[in-house]
T-cell receptor
Framework: DQQVKQNSPSLSVQEGRISILNCDYT??????FLWYKKYPAEGPTFLIS?????DKNEDGRFTVFLNKSAKHLSLHIVPSQPGDSAVYFC???????????FGTGTSLTVIP | EAGVAQSPRYKIIEKRQSVAFWCNPI?????LYWYQQILGQGPKLLIQ????????DSQLPKDRFSAERLKGVDSTLKIQPAKLEDSAVYLC???????????????FGPGTRLTVL
């Protein structure tokens, strides 16, 4: 049972524009969320996190928004750069455990 | 700072054979994780160690998978015997602490791509 879903397998965006990656979850106990970025033949690397006490967290060009009532989070990248082309995973956990559940990933291509 | 090392990077075996993967975490990291990532899916946690003790192995298929971290540093993951559905990338990760707020400091290795024929 997939508790974290990324319904868009791929996304293409022009350089300089905004990239919006979406993630939905089903477990209402989830209260901590992460985004990871993965290049081919490499392991995922941490990008940004958010806890459920916030609805927004910003780090440079990256902003994560959390809508708890909709069980939805999104990652905004502004402006998008060709180096941002990678697979992005969202992950979620509850305070009853340390395990994170990952989504299936969205492959972002930023076109120069 | 050296990253998480994994070997081999690629492995091809036939079903019913055995295979082992090795992971060397970042120095000083007490927590070590093994994930399985099947093509088109996100990583799924198989087992989590704190030093040399198992914290969570609820998703490890224990009839065929085993893992150990005897000295609290390196770890090995073994599959015996392998099945076709075990074809995946096996990722090792480590972090300094167990607490989930340290997941922003969870570092992944490059993974081992296993193909079972």
């Amino acid at each position: 049972d997939q508790q974290v879903k990324q319904n868009s397998p791929s996304l293409s965006v022009q350089e300089g524009r905004i990239s919006i990656l979406n993630c939905d979850y089903t477990n209402s106990m989830f209260d901590y969320f992460l985004w990871y970025k993965k290049y081919p033949a490499e392991g995922p690397t941490f990008l940004i996190s958010i806890s459920s006490i916030k609805d927004k967290n910003e780090d440079g060009r990256f902003t994560v928004f959390l809508n708890k009532s909709a069980k939805h989070l999104s990652l905004h990248i502004v402006p998008s750069q060709p180096g941002d082309s990678a697979v992005y995973f969202c992950a979620a956990s509850s305070n009853t455990g340390n395990q994170f559940y990952f989504g299936t990933g969205t492959s972002l291509t930023v076109i120069p | 700072e050296a990253g998480v090392a994994q070997s081999p990077r690629y492995k091809i075996i036939e079903k019913r054979q055995s295979v082992a993967f090795w992971c060397n975490p970042i120095s000083g990291h007490a927590t070590l994780y093994w994930y399985q990532q099947i093509l088109g899916q996100g990583p799924k946690l198989l087992i989590q160690f704190q030093n040399n003790g198992v914290v969570d192995d609820s998703q490890l298929p224990k009839d065929r998978f085993s893992a150990e971290r005897l000295k609290g540093v390196d770890s090995t993951l073994k599959i015996q015997p392998a099945k076709l559905e075990d074809s995946a990338v096996y990722l090792c990760a480590s972090s300094f602490k167990l607490e989930r707020e340290s997941y922003n400091e969870q570092f992944f290795g490059p993974g081992t791509r296993l193909t079972v024929l």
